[in-house]
């Protein structure tokens, strides 16, 4: 069993904990410890299952020795955040019987947190939700803050509800298995909180990005923290999205477009999109006149050092990604809505942008 490196609390409607440390999943009490029924149900996919599975399941039994646990494992990928892996986990929380005291435990990255997360917000009209993140891009970003969503083939994550969670228990050791394109995919998630908040954590990235992209445990939990802690305080001021919380979606609009537009089954993954979707958020914000077209060098500077893409993959057409964001949920009825920025920790949200400016920069981009 392994104390807690991090511990912070998310000051919600119903305050949460987010714990941070390596050993976490095999710490039964504390996995317990937001169970208030007698049913358990352990969503999980085809990828993480079989490494922490059954560790998870033997920690809560010896635990809570009388609990009633039911896995329920789905394919992996970005794909598999359907309507009907919904239904799948809607299907076996009803063969567990599940009451309305039942916690659903989410154990894998953002497509599981997101999945299994809507199904808890809609079982018997909502039960309890323990996000165990085991991405970085999920522990710092998908697990925090209570958004839960599906894409349909129209768009990403257009589907869903707010559901907060009991708590969020972040296995920092998950991370040794994580391949390196997933890790750098996180930390473009990671390098988001500098860009729209802290300028300051850009300049503690890009001084330990050869420790981080190297997966030193105490860079990561230290990165994982100040993600967390930057997110968890925005997301108290606004829980439901009605303001300054737009600000974590900073390149998220064009991110979501190039997901769509190629399918999410191959190409860029959500973390790459995101960082192609960052930069091109900074190009825009450069070319309305709001930040200098040097801190969009700077940011592309970064993102390079962390191996991440920055460029919009060859095949996507600009006039495609357009009419995606047109159907994005930052759009309002006066227009396209991005979130820009004034230069580095500075984001700001940006109304009735011309759509003739966002082609020009989808254009340059290719």
């Given at each position: 069993m392994s104390t807690p490196l991090q511990k912070l609390t998310v000051a919600a409607a119903t305050p949460y904990s987010i714990h941070i440390g390596a050993g976490l999943l095999d710490d039964g009490a504390l996995l317990a410890q937001p169970l208030r029924g007698r049913h358990a149900l352990v969503v999980s996919d085809a990828n993480v299952?079989?490494?922490?599975?059954?560790?998870?399941?033997?920690?809560?039994?010896?635990?809570?020795p009388g609990l009633h646990i039911a896995h329920h494992v789905i394919a992996a990928g970005e794909a598999e955040k359907t309507l009907a892996n919904f239904s799948g986990v809607i299907d076996a929380l009803a063969t567990l019987c599940a009451t309305r005291d039942a916690c659903v435990y989410a154990?894998?990255?953002?497509?599981?947190?997101?999945?299994?997360?809507?199904?808890?917000?809609?079982?018997?009209?909502?039960?309890d939700i323990v996000q165990l993140p085991t991405t970085l891009l999920s522990m710092v970003d998908s697990s925090v803050g209570g958004k839960t969503a599906v894409d349909i083939p129209q768009g990403k994550n257009l589907v869903g509800a707010f559901h907060i969670p009991r708590a969020v228990i972040a296995d920092t050791a998950t991370l040794r298995t994580l391949p390196p394109r997933e890790l750098r995919a996180g930390l473009a998630e990671v390098i988001k909180y500098g860009a729209i908040v802290d300028a300051g954590f850009?300049?503690?990235?890009?001084?330990?990005?050869?420790?981080?992209?190297?997966?030193?445990d105490a860079?990561?939990?230290e990165a994982i923290a100040r993600s967390c802690a930057h997110k968890a305080a925005i997301t108290a001021r606004d829980?439901?999205?009605h303001g300054e919380r737009a600000l974590l979606n900073f390149g998220h609009t064009f991110g979501h477009a190039i997901e769509a537009e190629q399918g999410y089954a191959e190409g860029l993954n959500h973390g790459e999109a995101v960082a192609v979707g960052m930069l091109l958020a900074a190009r825009?914000?450069?070319?309305?006149?709001?930040?200098?077209?040097?801190?969009?060098?700077?940011?592309?500077?970064l993102l390079l050092r962390f191996g991440l893409p920055v460029d919009v993959p060859a095949g996507l057409a600009p006039e495609a990604l357009l009419a995606r964001m047109r159907l994005d949920k930052k759009v309002q009825a006066s227009g396209l809505r991005f979130i820009l920025w004034d230069g580095a920790g500075a984001a700001r949200i940006?109304?009735?942008?011309?759509?003739?400016?966002?082609?020009?920069v989808l254009r340059d981009a290719g």
């Amino acid at each position: 069993m392994s104390t807690p490196l991090q511990k912070l609390t998310v000051a919600a409607a119903t305050p949460y904990s987010i714990h941070i440390g390596a050993g976490l999943l095999d710490d039964g009490a504390l996995l317990a410890q937001p169970l208030r029924g007698r049913h358990a149900l352990v969503v999980s996919d085809a990828n993480v299952a079989p490494l922490y599975a059954d560790r998870v399941e033997a920690a809560l039994r010896a635990a809570r020795p009388g609990l009633h646990i039911a896995h329920h494992v789905i394919a992996a990928g970005e794909a598999e955040k359907t309507l009907a892996n919904f239904s799948g986990v809607i299907d076996a929380l009803a063969t567990l019987c599940a009451t309305r005291d039942a916690c659903v435990y989410a154990l894998g990255g953002g497509v599981v947190g997101d999945l299994a997360g809507f199904a808890a917000a809609c079982w018997m009209r909502g039960i309890d939700i323990v996000q165990l993140p085991t991405t970085l891009l999920s522990m710092v970003d998908s697990s925090v803050g209570g958004k839960t969503a599906v894409d349909i083939p129209q768009g990403k994550n257009l589907v869903g509800a707010f559901h907060i969670p009991r708590a969020v228990i972040a296995d920092t050791a998950t991370l040794r298995t994580l391949p390196p394109r997933e890790l750098r995919a996180g930390l473009a998630e990671v390098i988001k909180y500098g860009a729209i908040v802290d300028a300051g954590f850009l300049h503690w990235l890009d001084a330990h990005h050869a420790a981080l992209l190297a997966g030193d445990d105490a860079m990561l939990a230290e990165a994982i923290a100040r993600s967390c802690a930057h997110k968890a305080a925005i997301t108290a001021r606004d829980p439901l999205e009605h303001g300054e919380r737009a600000l974590l979606n900073f390149g998220h609009t064009f991110g979501h477009a190039i997901e769509a537009e190629q399918g999410y089954a191959e190409g860029l993954n959500h973390g790459e999109a995101v960082a192609v979707g960052m930069l091109l958020a900074a190009r825009l914000s450069a070319a309305l006149g709001l930040a200098s077209w040097t801190d969009a060098e700077a940011l592309r500077a970064l993102l390079l050092r962390f191996g991440l893409p920055v460029d919009v993959p060859a095949g996507l057409a600009p006039e495609a990604l357009l009419a995606r964001m047109r159907l994005d949920k930052k759009v309002q009825a006066s227009g396209l809505r991005f979130i820009l920025w004034d230069g580095a920790g500075a984001a700001r949200i940006v109304a009735d942008v011309d759509e003739s400016a966002v082609l020009a920069v989808l254009r340059d981009a290719g």
